[in-house]
């Protein structure tokens, strides 16, 4: 498993912005594939966004396609989500998971983060 820390995360008016940020201090996480999912209060875990280990492949659920662009930093060896146009409903935790293939569900992950809020306020 591959320890994960994500930041970036607060408190933002709707219509604004944030950058997340999810990293490694193993200098794996070039070689895995990447994903963003989200979980609100009383909600399951649901998928956000993955990159693939190449970075050319990415995946995009349906409630953020268009808003939210997800991006790899093999420099800083960082997966970067950066969100706009954001609602309330986008309110949650967002967790970042890395995992050997592409994929939607969270089965397919073994490393976890800890987790960073995300607040939107109308």
């Known amino acids: 498993q591959v320890q994960l820390v994500e930041s970036g995360g607060g408190l933002v008016q709707a219509g604004g912005s944030l950058r997340l940020s999810c990293t490694s201090s193993?200098?794996?996480?070039?070689?895995?594939?990447v994903a963003w999912f989200r979980q609100a209060p009383g909600k399951e875990r649901e998928f956000v966004a993955v990159?693939?280990?190449?970075?050319?492949?990415?995946r995009y659920g349906d409630v953020v396609k268009g808003r939210f662009t997800l991006s790899r930093d093999r420099a800083k060896n960082t997966v970067d989500l950066q969100l706009a146009a954001l609602e309330p409903e986008d309110t949650a935790t967002y967790y970042c998971?890395?995992?050997?293939?592409?994929?939607?569900?969270?089965?397919?992950?073994?490393?976890w983060g800890q987790g960073t809020q995300v607040t939107v306020s109308s």
């Open positions: 998971a890395a995992g050997a293939a592409l994929s939607v569900t969270t089965s397919s992950f073994n490393s």
């Open positions: 990159i693939s280990g190449s970075g050319h492949g990415t």
């Open positions: 193993q200098r794996v996480l070039g070689n895995l594939a």
